[in-house]
């Protein structure tokens, strides 16, 4: 199971971390990757990390802003959020799968995290 958590309201311009942790398996063995969804519009991917190697990816919109990472020690995949914009508001998820690359394409993904909500809002 995927535990995602660490949404809030922030103001624009402020940061946050999201954490995913893992509990019935070991993330260093799994694709990660994270997905956000905006009210009325379809889950996008944000960015990925891939289990073996640590390669990471993001997408267009939030390289340079958002940051992913992970600590095996702690079985948990973070993401780090700065300069939030009242567009990055959504519904946050994680997913895991093992396939042989990290892709931002949802569909790859067998095992989704609850979500976790994120408002940018002065």
């Known amino acids: 199971q995927l535990q995602a958590s660490g949404g809030g309201l922030v103001q624009p311009d402020g940061s946050l971390r999201l954490s995913c942790a893992a509990s019935?398996?070991?993330?260093?063995?799994?694709?990660i990757a994270w997905f956000h969804q905006a009210p009325g519009k379809n889950r996008e991917g944000v960015s990925c990390i891939s289990g073996s190697l640590g390669t990471t990816n993001y997408a267009n919109s939030v390289k340079g802003q958002f940051t992913i990472s992970k600590d095996n020690a702690k079985n948990t995949v973070y993401l780090q959020m700065n300069n939030l914009i009242p567009e990055d508001t959504a519904v946050y998820y994680c997913a895991a799968d093992r396939g042989w690359i990290a892709t931002m394409i949802e569909e790859q993904y067998e095992y989704w995290g609850q979500g976790t909500q994120v408002t940018v809002s002065s």
């Open positions: 019935r398996f070991t993330l260093d063995e799994y694709n």
